[in-house]
């Protein structure tokens, strides 16, 4: 159903205007440039959900917590959550999710890696880290829209996922070569299965 349309597409599309300018606000950066980096995050992202979900254990796991805490009820209104994020500490904050555990479930270990590699390659330097921050909520949210509608079970997530991976990959671009290089573990330009083995245990620590 969603194989023919690129998620990381339909969601910058959705990101476009007031969205962008918000998060231009918050960074401090101008439009062309926030834009440049999020078309560079969402594949960063996507993709190494895909490489999570790749996993059964991994692909139930972010359809659990895509059903507990990420259920959009009504929709995806990527302005009113954005809004919630930049406006959610102190009173509010208990309704804004938290993006900073969410990429510690999608990057694990290579979380670090993922925030210089995309900071260095964007010229945002350390304002990296704080994009994928609240990107991350944004991108749940998303998806979890998409396991609603589409009536997705663990395997059709995952294989969704997978597709994206794929496509980002083939792809390539600035999205697609982060994603490359934090995938290629072992730094011999290709990726095998010790990379996938490093990979494995990253989403959710394991957890319920």
């Known amino acids: 159903m969603t194989s023919s349309s690129s998620l990381v597409d339909d969601l ?3 990101l476009q205007g007031a969205p962008l300018q918000q998060l231009s606000q918050q960074l401090g950066t101008g439009t062309e440039q926030t834009q440049q980096a999020v078309a560079a995050a969402l594949p960063l992202m996507l993709g190494a959900m895909g490489q999570n979900a790749a996993e059964p254990q991994g692909a139930d796991a972010l359809l659990g917590a895509l059903q507990r805490d990420h259920n959009a009820g009504g929709g995806f209104d990527v302005g ?3 809004g919630s994020l930049l406006g959610g500490s102190g009173a509010g904050g208990a ?3 938290d993006g ?3 990429l510690g479930h999608i990057f694990g270990g290579n979380q670090q890696r993922a925030e210089t590699g995309l900071g260095q390659a964007t010229g945002l330097g350390g304002n990296a880290g704080q994009l994928l921050t609240l990107l991350a909520p944004i991108v749940m ?3 979890a829209q998409r396991v609603q509608a ?3 079970d663990a395997g059709s997530l995952g294989q969704t996922l997978g597709q994206e991976r ?3 990959q083939q792809q390539g671009g600035l999205g697609g070569g982060l994603l490359g290089s934090l995938l290629d573990q072992d730094g011999d330009g290709q990726v095998g299965m ?5 990979m494995g245990g990253s989403l959710l620590g394991g957890r319920r």
């Open 12 to 14: 910058m599309a959705q």
């Open 80 to 82: 009113g959550l954005l």
């Open 95 to 97: 309704s804004a999710p």
């Open 100 to 102: 900073a555990a969410i």
């Open 141 to 143: 949210a998303f998806l």
């Open 150 to 152: 589409g009536g997705m």
């Open 166 to 168: 794929a496509r980002v």
């Open 194 to 198: 010790g990379d996938l083995l490093k």
